[in-house]
C-alpha cells in the first residue's frame, strides 16, 4: 500500500514528466497501477510523440482497470496501427469486451471488418 506522501510523489513526478515532455517516464508509466500517475502518463501519450511500443506494453498484465483507461488512449484514431494490433492481442487474451473498447481507435475499415465478432460485448446505452 502505498502512503499518502509517496503518492504525492508520484503525482508530482508524473506530473513534471508531463510539463517537461519527459517521453521515457511517461512511456513508462502508462501502465501504472496508481490512476492520477497513470492519467498523467496516458495524456502525455496523446500530446506527445509516446511511442507505439510503449503502448503494448502497458497491456501486459495489466488488470482491467488498467486496461479500460489505456483503451481511451487511441481514440482519437492517429494510432490506427498500435490500436489494431492491441485489437487482436487483447481479443485474444481478454476477450470480446476489451477488444470493443478499441474500435474507435481503429481504420473504418478494420471496425467494419471485425465489429460482427464483439458486438455482443459492446454495452448499448439508450
Known amino acids: 500500500m ?6 504525492l ?3 508530482l513526478a508524473a506530473l513534471a514528466a ?3 515532455a519527459d517521453l521515457p517516464y511517461l512511456a513508462h508509466r502508462l501502465g501504472d497501477p496508481d490512476p492520477v500517475v497513470r492519467r498523467y ?4 501519450a496523446r ?3 509516446v511511442r507505439d511500443e510503449a503502448v503494448e506494453a502497458a497491456y501486459d498484465d495489466a488488470p482491467a482497470a488498467v486496461r479500460a483507461d489505456l483503451a481511451r488512449l487511441p481514440g482519437d484514431g492517429r494510432r490506427t496501427a498500435v490500436t489494431e494490433r492491441l485489437d ?4 485474444t487474451a481478454y476477450g470480446d469486451q476489451d477488444a470493443a473498447r ?9 471496425t467494419a471488418r471485425m465489429l460482427p465478432e464483439p458486438a455482443d460485448a459492446i454495452p448499448f446505452e439508450g
Do not use: D
Open 9 to 11: 510523489l508520484a503525482a
Open 88 to 91: 487482436h492481442r487483447l481479443r
Open 102 to 110: 478499441l474500435l474507435p481507435g481503429c481504420s473504418p475499415e478494420f
Open 41 to 44: 502518463a496516458l495524456r502525455g
Open 2 to 7: 502505498i502512503n499518502t506522501a509517496e503518492h
Open 47 to 49: 500530446r506527445l510523440p
Open 18 to 20: 508531463l510539463t517537461g
